[in-house]
């Protein structure tokens, strides 16, 4: 019998200030996010459902688009995990709307 997960993960306890596309742009980026974080579940087959709450920043910070590109596009794009398995794991909770679409676009656009 297999136990099926379900991980909550909030952007805020990673940092109060994501900030950039690469590791190199500071130890905050969305590739270190995407590394240190996220990568694991979406490898895992126990782990079916990934919730990523992004309204757990700093006061008036606002995410750039270099960092959601690439934790979440690149997922598929540089760790090969198929974009179905994306799609059908991920959750994102915010109340900014355009986030999550900006984010599901994408996962979408990614190859």
């Known amino acids: 019998m297999t136990t099926s997960r379900v991980i ?3 952007v805020g306890d990673f940092s109060k200030t994501p900030y950039g596309r690469h590791a190199a742009d500071g ?5 270190r996010f995407r590394e240190t974080v996220l990568r694991q579940h979406f490898e895992n087959q126990a782990v079916s459902v990934v919730n990523v709450h992004l309204d757990t ?5 606002e995410y750039g688009s270099g960092f959601l590109e690439e934790a979440f596009g690149g997922l598929i794009r540089v760790c090969g995990i198929p974009k179905a398995v994306v799609e059908q794991k991920l959750r994102v909770f915010t109340e900014q709307q355009d986030y999550a679409e900006d984010i599901l676009a994408y996962v979408r656009a990614a190859d």
Do not use: C, F, Q, V
Not at 57 to 61: D, I, Q
């Open 8 to 10: 909550d993960i909030r």
């Open 27 to 31: 130890k905050h980026s969305g590739e």
């Open 57 to 61: 920043l700093a006061e008036g910070y």
